[in-house]
């Protein structure tokens, strides 16, 4: 998820004119914002709520992070690659939206579409893929030896990179609408760093 995949994202924050559309594209952003993080914070923090009667609230904070972990560990056996898929499609988008931070956007004037889309690869296929990866990768090293975790390290950062990043960056792409060529020009140009960043 490297920022190279970012560039050319148009549309969103910042494509139209004039002062009335940039302030209610930053209203929008923040509003997704705040309702994203009032969602995500309700959640984490009321994850017992079932069990709170007559708790303090130290120990409602204090039992907290064990039982999202309970609960994330729940999700995994119940629908494994539909959670994996979630979480991979939050972190995209986040990711993408620090990128676009780090690359000099304030923070409310991000690019909503370049946010989406990047999150939307995230959902649709490196949390499922990557489910099925490493499940590949268990069957192609099942060794307990120590030099099996070094191996899936270097096959994890060479051959499933390479392959990743070259499905995100085609794939991203495509969600732009950019001709075949443009994007095989973008994958060559970012293809090399991305994999030697890794």
């Excluded at 069957?139 to 060479?158: E, G, I, S, Y």
Aim: glycine share 12%; net charge negative.
């Amino acid at each position: 998820m490297g920022g190279g995949g970012f560039a050319g994202g148009s549309g969103g924050a910042g494509a139209g004119g004039g002062d009335g559309n940039k302030m209610l594209d930053r209203g929008i952003n923040t509003a997704i914002v705040l309702g994203a993080s009032t969602y995500a914070l309700t959640k984490l923090l009321t994850v017992d709520h079932d069990y709170w009667h007559g708790w303090t609230i130290f120990e409602i904070l204090r039992y907290m992070p064990e039982h999202n972990w309970s609960a994330y560990e729940e999700a995994l056996k119940t629908n494994p690659v539909l959670a994996k898929m979630m979480i991979s499609g939050v972190v995209y988008s986040l990711g993408d939206w620090i990128a676009q931070c780090y690359e000099g956007k304030p923070i409310f004037e991000f690019d909503r579409a370049r946010m989406f889309r990047s999150g939307l690869v995230g959902f649709t296929l490196h949390g499922s893929l990557s489910h099925y990866y490493y499940h590949f990768c268990e069957a192609l090293f099942p060794f307990k030896d120590w030099w099996v975790v070094p191996a899936k390290v270097v096959f994890d950062q060479t051959a499933w990179s390479a392959i990743w990043n070259s499905i995100y960056f085609v794939v991203l792409g495509f969600l732009r609408l950019e001709s075949p060529a443009t994007i095989s020009s973008e994958l060559k140009s970012t293809f090399w760093p991305m994999l030697t960043c890794s």
